[in-house]
């Protein structure tokens, strides 16, 4: 009898087992990307039940005889604040009550960004986690910068998103009377008198179909349908009735979410707010932005940076000109080094309306 021979298989078995890591190695890229890590969303979403509770939220000091409503600015930023001097100027201190500022820096850039002092120091640098461009860190940055100033001070009644390349365009007084300007329509007929949000929300674009499907097919319906998928502006200026509803939402959250597949098709922080909001509430939205952006021959879906050459008081008056009912307040972006000639027209120029 024949004794048993080795198993030819032997062999191929060991090399295909010692292959293993060789084969994954080289195919794992192939593989759909792992979903973005948002890590810890139960911190996130205690603060955003906190902020849309009306219960726990303190009480409004509005209707006493002392004090007016206040504008949150909301600087979402992962670098330094460039411009922090300008707008130092700009929140005069003749005004202290009329604002609050809020700072989410992401804490994983090093050096680690540190309050630039000043009118900063009476800045909140709220609790911050990693962002992202183009994923929904961004989008949940935005929404704890609004739930924090939400649970801060009940007197904020406008919340309005800046980066760190934004620059104001006028002064604070000028934009504080806007923003709470009376519409002699309303006055007239007295009409309960309710501010709209500054937000760009449009409804026909040619990337939408390709930006709507980043995530796959037919992955963000029955919550968002095609027909209601929106783009807009990521920096606006909510009502703080919007403000509490973007902080309640979980239904379009829950897609906008999820990891794209197109990463060069996925600018959400564009779709998120305005979607919903487009949604939610159809009438209380101007539909359009008061941050001026120039999208003129942008590249990889940034806009034109403005750099120090560029700069003149007729760029300040141009960026300023609108075809809507309210002058542009905000202008963005601006490269660092625009901030000694910023400076120089601060008072002549920018401040002067
Ligand atoms: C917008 O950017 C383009 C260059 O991309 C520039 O030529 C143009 O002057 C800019 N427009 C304004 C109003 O600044």
Known sequence: MNSPSPSPWLPTLTLLILSLPIIFFFTSHLLPPPPVSLPDELDDLTLFRRASDPTRLPKSRLGSTNSKPTIAFLFLTNTHLHFAPLWQRFFSPNYPDLYNVYVHADPTVKPYINPPGGIFLKTRFIPAKQTRRGTALLIAAA?????????????????????????????????????????????AELRLLEYKSFIEIIDKDDNLWDRYTARGDNVM????????????????????????????????????????????????????????????????????TLTRVNWTDSVNGHPHTYYLSELSPELIYNLRKSSFAQPYMFARKFSPDCLKPLMDMADSVIFRD
């Open 143 to 187: 929404r704890r910068l609004i739930a924090t100033a939400i649970l801060d001070d009940p007197e904020n009644q406008f919340f309005a998103l800046v980066s760190q390349h934004c620059i104001p365009l006028h002064s604070f007084q000028f934009v504080y009377d806007k923003l709470f300007e009376v519409d002699s329509h309303q006055l």
């Open 221 to 288: 319906v029955p919550e968002v349908k095609f027909e209601s998928f929106r783009v807009g502006s990521q920096f606006f200026t909510l009502t703080r009735r919007h403000a509490l509803m973007v902080v309640k939402e979980r239904r379009l959250w829950k897609k906008f979410r999820l990891p794209c597949l197109r990463p060069q098709s996925c600018y959400l922080e564009e779709h998120y707010f305005s979607t919903f909001l487009a949604g939610e509430d159809p009438k209380g939205w101007a539909g359009y």
